[in-house]
Every structure is written in structure tokens, then in C-alpha cells.
């Protein structure tokens, strides 16, 4: 019968110290799309030698509803990253596509468009994405005569935050 009592009175406070603090917290989700364009170009009067270098930053704060919830963040999930090409002109070779110094891809005359679709180089850009907001997009390749190259970078993503 002891036993019995002291177990009750145990299962009592531990109701009771367990139930006595909560902090109290919510997660909500807020998907988000980062949409940029970058324009690789270079005129036939340029000698700049044949390095091709344009980047275009990838920032969370572009959207409002994460602006504004930003240091609530605690992770993200990309859902979808596309590069679509267009309007192709000229010769680029050795094009690669890059976020941060994070290899993505490779562009080939002819391409319309990259998925990204790697899990493990998307836990990678999600992880840079909670360090730093904001990432550089960049393409780079080679080329010694005028080309032009228009490049969409879309990144469909869903953002945990904790309040």
C-alpha cells in the first residue's frame, strides 16, 4: 500500500513540474520564390581576354513576408531550382553554373534550361541560405568572340519559422 501512495504522489509532481513551464512557441511556414534574371553578354568591340564572368545575388530579403520574419528562421526547404536559357547567341564554352562556389551545373550551347535536383547539393544551398540570406548566382565560361545569353534563375522554396 506504501508503494501505492508513492507512486501516486510521484506521478503527481511529475504532472506538475512537467505542466508547470511551457514556453510557449508556434512554427508556421511561408513558401517563397526568388526569381532573377542575369544577361551574359559581351560586344564584339570588348578585350577583355576570354574569361566570362556575371553574377546575380539570391536574397531572402526580396521577399517581404520573409523579410519581415527573417530572424525566425530556422529551415528551409527548396522545393525547386531551375535555370532556363535563352536568346543564345554567339560562342560560350566551359559555361558553368554556380551558387556561391557551390557547383551546380554545366551550360552547353543548345540548353534550354537546368534542374536542380541533387538532394544533397540542395541541403547544401539551404544550409548557405539559414547562414547567410543572401547567395551569389554566378555563371562563368570562356569565350573571345560577341555572345549573348539570358538566364532565369527560379527558386521555389518553403521557410520554417518559429515564433
Known amino acids: 500500500m506504501k508503494s501505492l501512495k508513492a507512486l501516486c504522489a ?35 568591340n570588348e578585350t577583355l581576354g576570354n574569361n566570362i564572368f556575371h553574377n546575380v545575388s539570391l536574397d531572402l530579403k526580396s521577399s517581404e513576408s520573409f523579410e519581415r520574419y527573417l530572424l ?14 535563352s536568346d543564345y547567341q554567339g560562342i560560350i564554352e566551359n ?35 539559414i547562414e547567410k540570406t543572401a547567395l551569389d548566382f554566378s555563371f562563368v565560361g570562356e569565350s573571345n568572340a560577341h555572345h549573348f545569353l539570358s538566364v532565369n534563375v527560379q527558386v521555389e522554396m518553403k521557410g520554417t519559422f518559429v515564433h
Open 95 to 129: 559555361g558553368q553554373l554556380f551558387v556561391d562556389d557551390l557547383l551546380l551545373g554545366n551550360f552547353v550551347a543548345g540548353m534550354d534550361h537546368v534542374d536542380i535536383d541533387d538532394p544533397q547539393i540542395l541541403r547544401q544551398i539551404e544550409e548557405l541560405f
Open 72 to 85: 525566425r528562421l530556422t529551415d528551409i526547404e527548396i522545393t525547386k531550382f531551375t535555370c532556363n536559357f
Open 10 to 44: 510521484i506521478g503527481i509532481l511529475s504532472l506538475f513540474f512537467s505542466c508547470s513551464y511551457q514556453e510557449d512557441t508556434a512554427a508556421f511556414f511561408i513558401e517563397n520564390q526568388l526569381n532573377e534574371s542575369l544577361i551574359v553578354e559581351r560586344v564584339s
